[in-house]
């Protein structure tokens, strides 16, 4: 039925240069990470070491997860602007629940395994009522999570009046701190749920009907597949992922801030799109949304060892999303 349903959003068999076309964007981020890998060795000595590489993919393995979390949601044909809030609010009730008053938690002093339980049950919860309300009772994506954006980051700003929370205890931050074999665990961690989900979107039914449900919703419903229940499922794994994410950057950082994850969203988008992550829903590939994370991740690095200023970083990412959307639209041009 879902195999029905998907040769119904697309062509049975589309000539070879349709099916290149379709992965350009993914293989046009290849010679571009080429080229800032040899821009940074030529501008910086430190940039070509382990311990650099190292960095960037424990700097690049949140955002990373964040992605997977907003491709998802993407492909069935919808999106969710509240992860970034999710990112900071659920590892701040988390360590909340179990530091001390003077490091400014609650004084509760609870077990952190019962805070890394409560951090993904939050952004599973937040997933979970979004999907409900956008899927069952039909709101707008757009404005809804926008709403959910901000009444979150005014829940993370008022829990604990805008400080910062500090002194967890090491196996609450273990997923952002410790490494294994001399690289982060988190971007082993990360790298794995690529995979995962990759694998899991090509050769599993749910994730065909992903696809499917992206393509062409009503189609999909017709051929049987549980469209609301997939959907909601969606959005209630992209938020538990983000809440991980959010656990991660605490263990980098070694503190949750009132302020973490703020403009988060936009690099997600960024990456997704630029990894060739389709917004109207029904294509792409988690292999793109990957080198678009590195390409990002690449391109912030260059630019702080050749310290720029955030402000110009925030204007390259922004012009990497114009170039993206251009060339999403040339590709459309030459299919049709």
């Not at 993370?156 to 967890?168: A, D, L």
């Not at 389709?278 to 630019?303: D, I, K």
């Amino acid at each position: 039925m879902i195999d029905a349903a998907i040769e119904h959003v697309e062509l049975a068999r589309r000539p070879a240069r349709r099916v290149l076309l379709g992965s350009v964007r993914e293989l046009a981020l290849l010679p571009a990470i080429g080229v800032l890998l040899v821009v940074g060795i030529v501008t910086s000595p430190a940039f070509f070491t382990t311990a650099n590489f190292s960095n960037t993919a424990q700097f690049s393995a949140a955002l990373g997860l964040v992605v997977v979390a907003e491709s998802l949601i993407l492909l069935t044909g919808s999106f969710d602007l509240s992860l970034q809030s999710v990112y900071g609010l659920a590892p701040m009730i988390g360590a909340w629940l179990i530091v001390p008053k003077d490091a400014q938690g609650l004084g509760t002093d609870w077990n952190p395994a019962f805070g890394i339980l409560v951090v993904v049950g939050i952004g599973a919860a937040v997933g979970l009522f979004n999907g409900f309300m956008i899927v069952k009772l039909k709101f707008n994506a757009f404005i809804f999570t926008l709403a959910m954006l901000i009444l979150l980051a005014g829940l993370q700003q008022g829990i604990v009046s805008g400080r910062t929370i500090y002194e967890m205890p090491h196996s609450f931050i273990y997923l952002g701190s410790a490494y294994w074999a001399g690289f982060p665990v988190s971007a082993w961690a990360t790298g794995a749920v690529f995979v995962v989900a990759g694998l899991f979107l090509r050769y599993h039914r749910t994730g065909r009907a992903i696809y499917a449900i992206g393509g062409n919703l009503e189609a999909a419903r017709a051929a049987g597949i549980k469209v609301d229940r997939i959907r909601i499922g969606v959005f209630t794994t992209a938020g538990a992922l983000a809440a991980l994410a959010g656990l991660m950057i605490a263990g980098q950082v070694v503190a949750v801030t009132a302020n973490q994850g703020n403009n988060l969203i936009f690099t997600v988008f960024a990456a997704a799109v630029i990894g060739g992550i389709a917004l109207e829903g029904g294509r792409g590939r988690m292999l793109g949304a990957f080198t678009g994370v590195v390409l990002l991740g690449l391109v912030n690095n260059v630019l702080v060892l050749r310290n720029t200023s955030t402000f110009w970083i925030d204007a390259a990412n922004g012009a990497i999303i114009l170039i993206a959307l251009a060339l999403a639209r040339i590709v459309a041009l030459v299919r049709t």
